[in-house]
């Protein structure tokens, strides 16, 4: 059973940072795709950042040149690095792993998610 565990969420002030990380076990990590999406109260889950089996990034619009997504195969994690958050950043933020290299920006298409870590950032 893949079990996927984040942490790094918190509160903080517009213009701050935070490094999320998410470890994953149970599975092989390495060549599948990892994933990040956010939900904020009222509205529906929407996808943040992936990375390839290749360790090929992608963004969504609304976060590029601000978060930045890495993964570490020998420690089976996967990290995502924001910066100069928003207000409009505050949601609950999940990783997911797919089970391809490929990454989609639809959340049915990933097999395995975490509990997810609250991300809240203040004007």
């Known amino acids: 059973q893949v079990q996927l565990v984040e942490s790094g969420g918190g509160l903080v002030q517009a213009g701050g940072s935070l490094r999320l990380s998410c470890a994953v076990s149970?599975?092989?990590?390495?060549?599948?795709?990892m994933g990040w999406f956010r939900q904020a109260p009222g509205r529906e889950r929407e996808f943040v950042a992936g990375?390839?089996?290749?360790?090929?990034?992608y963004y969504s619009d609304s976060v590029v040149g601000r978060f930045t997504i890495t993964r570490d195969n020998a420690k089976s994690t996967v990290y995502l690095q924001m910066n100069s958050l928003k207000p409009e950043d505050t949601a609950v933020y999940s990783c997911?792993?797919?089970?391809?290299?490929?990454?989609?920006?639809?959340?049915?298409?990933?097999?395995?998610w975490g509990q997810g870590t609250q991300v809240t950032v203040s004007s």
């Open positions: 149970g599975r092989t990590f390495s060549g599948y795709a």
């Open positions: 990375i390839s089996g290749s360790a090929r990034p």
């Open positions: 997911a792993r797919k089970s391809s290299a490929v990454v989609t920006t639809t959340s049915g298409d990933w097999r395995s």
